[in-house]
């Protein structure tokens, strides 16, 4: 935590020209893991971008970094930088970049950690220019959780017009869009939430929530054609008695889905990936108001290290994101 003090009392106007801010996890272990480090400012290389990172979206892989628990998956050199969204603007374009230029507005899923960090050297082409009428904040909840809810959706080989899709943690950044984008589709839309969040939930246009504190979804629902699973535990072991024979189960919480899928159960994991065009035409829409997009709380750059604990904990619907101007 050496630095941490000394930066937090430093405005960004008396920082060290050519360094920023960076919070790093430096061992595994717990929110005291953390430290917020002065790093030099990188230079774009060829293809790439560097970007002054005005919020970041926090995200439950934060703390699951964090805590070891994806150190066999996400190999990374300690000390890292985490974050995997963000929001912010243009400082300064590599070689062969065409399409930017300083001052553009621009967020993007990383597809890599990084974003926790005043600036950031990232490939041009995961970059999208962020809509008028979008601020940082709003921007940087978006990537992860509206891509994600997006390509759980593409998994079913079938029209979702009509189908019963149940929705496990709606409430959430993933949950909220993913409520959304079932009904847009026809679908007829069972969420299950936290008592709290049922309102929300709600509001988005799930037809049924179930409070998963006080009951039990395999009581009240059944012959779902999809599962979307957002939390993972025991919520998958009982979600495929509701199964429809032909039904399947996506989730992103669980990677073992499919060894666990019991003898003629279909369970798949997925894996957020980057799409840009994708994510350009979903920010528009979220700009527009045609999409809801949910911010649970705004915190500064230096409430990180809570924010990320109060992510795994539990926190209101929606996404919490890092505004760093604050
Ligand atoms: N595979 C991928 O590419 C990928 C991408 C994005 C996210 N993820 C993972 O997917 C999960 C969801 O992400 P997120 O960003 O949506 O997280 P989030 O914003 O923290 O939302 C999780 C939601 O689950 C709810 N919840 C907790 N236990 C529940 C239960 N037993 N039944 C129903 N709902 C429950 C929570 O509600 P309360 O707080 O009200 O209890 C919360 O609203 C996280 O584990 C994240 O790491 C994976």
New binding site residues.
């Given amino acids: 935590m050496s630095q941490l003090a000394d930066l937090e009392h430093t405005n960004s106007t008396s920082r060290p020209i050519g360094h920023g801010r960076a919070l790093r996890l430096h061992t595994y272990g717990s929110p005291e893991s953390f430290s917020v480090d002065s790093v030099s400012v990188p230079d774009p290389g060829p293809g790439e971008v560097l970007v002054e990172v005005k919020a970041a979206g926090v995200?439950?892989?934060d703390w699951?970094i964090r805590d070891g628990h994806v150190r066999n998956i996400f190999r990374l050199e300690l000390p890292a930088t985490l974050g995997i969204e963000m929001a912010g603007v243009v400082l300064q374009t590599g070689p062969g970049v065409t399409g930017l230029v300083r001052g553009d507005r621009v967020m993007a899923a990383l597809g890599q950690c990084g974003a926790y960090a005043d600036h950031l050297v990232i490939d041009a082409e995961k970059l999208v220019l962020t809509p008028e009428g979008l601020s940082d904040v709003e921007a940087a909840a978006i990537p992860?959780?509206a891509m994600?809810a997006w390509h759980v959706l593409q998994v079913v080989d079938f029209d979702l017009s009509e189908r019963r899709v149940l929705i496990?943690?709606?409430?959430?950044?993933?949950?909220s869009f993913a409520v959304q984008f079932a009904k847009a589709a026809g679908a007829i839309v069972y969420a299950?939430?936290?008592t709290?969040?049922l309102p929300h939930v709600r509001s988005l246009g799930a037809d049924k929530v179930i409070d998963?504190r006080h009951q039990h979804f395999e009581l009240l629902v059944a012959d779902i054609d999809l599962v979307v699973d957002?939390?993972?535990?025991d919520?998958v072991d009982r979600s495929w008695a509701v199964l429809s024979p032909d039904g399947i189960l996506v989730s992103?919480?669980a990677p073992d889905v499919a060894s666990r899928a019991p003898q003629g159960r279909r369970g798949v994991?997925?894996?957020?990936r980057p799409d840009t065009a994708r994510l350009a035409e979903i920010a528009q829409q979220v700009a527009t108001g045609a999409l809801r997009s949910t911010i649970a709380e705004v915190v500064g750059f230096y409430d990180l290290p809570s924010a990320i604990e109060r992510?795994r904990t539990?926190?209101a619907?929606?996404?919490i994101v890092a505004d760093f101007t604050r």
């Fill in positions: 995200n439950g892989l699951k992860v959780a994600t496990h943690g709606a409430a959430g950044g993933v949950g299950t939430a936290s709290k969040s998963y957002l939390v993972g535990g919520v992103i919480a994991f997925l894996s957020n992510n539990g926190h619907p929606g996404k």
